[in-house]
């Protein structure tokens, strides 16, 4: 794809602004999947500083890799 020059660059972003302040209006998001996105959030940031508070817990080791069993004849 050739370069853009910096005149078409701003053109190009203007548009992009427009076009989803558009489709936002035509489509708005029901609010009911702005709460489900909003506590999924907040769910894993209090797991991760529940991580940062309790340092003593230990993140699981990684099983020792074993080798293939051969078959028996």
Known sequence: MAELSQRDQLALHEF???YRAGLAKAQ????????T??????EQYE?????KR?????????????EP?????
Do not use: G, H, K
């Not at 996105?37 to 907040?42: L, S």
């Not at 797991?47 to 991580?51: G, Y």
């Not at 309790?54 to 993140?59: G, I, L, N």
């Open 54 to 66: 309790s340092p003593s817990v230990e993140p699981p080791s990684p099983e020792p890799e074993r």
């Open 28 to 35: 708005p998001t029901p609010q009911s999947s702005l709460d």
């Open 16 to 18: 992009s602004v427009r």
């Open 69 to 73: 069993e051969e078959p028996e004849p």
């Open 47 to 51: 797991q991760e500083m529940e991580a």
């Open 37 to 42: 996105v909003t506590e999924a959030v907040r």
